[in-house]
């Protein structure tokens, strides 16, 4: 949670300058723990921007922008800055874009038309609790999940008997909103030892975010939303 001088820094990438000066405002009046510390017009431009020592908490992102958009951003961030959080504000309501996008490792998706007050949960949650599911992500999720019958490394509806007892309870967990942390408390391991248990998932499962060992669980019955 937030201390009382802590502030969440911010980055928008949207090659719209009105979008962004809008943004940008709204962003000032939710209040004083939000600071924008630049504006990138697309990814190329983000990319000559940000450095270790100018990097925020989160960016918000767009997907249409020229020379580099949303999705080749999104990869290039995963290789090279892997702790920034992603945060998709996008007009882009397709199923597909969607998935993929999440399927990339974004922590969320909001339209631009966003309320204040659902921006302002966005953000808190990204921060604190590492993603932000509305019901309208999870109803893309599931259809997509419904309509794929191939396999795509999420699994394949023959998997699950590959895992024990206790992985299968911290699939679990991982479907819900707690942290990693609070995962380790509640199944009395350490934090340690459940960072194990990903990183077994991962691997074994051939996934490499928590929305695919979301898209595992649900595809193999484990969890049901």
């Not at 951003?73 to 309501?93: A, Q």
């Not at 953000?123 to 509305?134: A, C, D, I, P």
Request: with cysteine; proline share 3%.
């Amino acid at each position: 949670m937030f201390h009382q001088h802590q502030k969440i820094k911010l980055a928008l990438v949207d090659d719209h300058k009105l979008f962004r000066k809008g943004l940008k405002s709204l962003i000032d009046m939710l209040g004083p723990q939000y600071e924008v510390i630049f504006e990138a017009n697309n990814g190329k431009d983000l990319q000559s921007l940000l450095t270790p020592d100018n990097s925020p908490d989160i960016i918000l992102l767009d997907i249409n922008m020229p020379e580099m958009d949303g999705f080749s951003t999104v990869k290039w961030l995963s290789t090279h800055f892997p702790l920034i959080k992603t945060l998709v504000v996008s007009m882009v309501e397709k199923e597909e874009t969607v998935v993929s996008m999440l399927k990339l490792g974004v922590k969320g998706y909001l339209c631009k038309d966003v309320e204040p007050k659902e921006l302002s949960e966005a953000l808190n949650s990204v921060y604190n609790k590492g993603f932000y599911y509305t019901d309208f992500i999870t109803g893309k999720l599931l259809h997509a999940i419904q309509q794929d019958n191939n396999g795509d490394g999420y699994g394949n509806g023959n998997q699950s008997y590959q895992l024990n007892e206790r992985e299968r309870d911290f699939l679990k967990l991982a479907c819900s909103e707690l942290t990693y942390n609070e995962i380790a408390l509640q199944m009395s391991l350490s934090p340690k030892t459940i960072d194990g248990y990903r990183n077994a998932l991962f691997e074994k499962l051939n996934i490499k975010s928590r929305v695919g060992l979301a898209l595992y669980a649900v595809k193999n019955g484990l969890v049901h939303l």
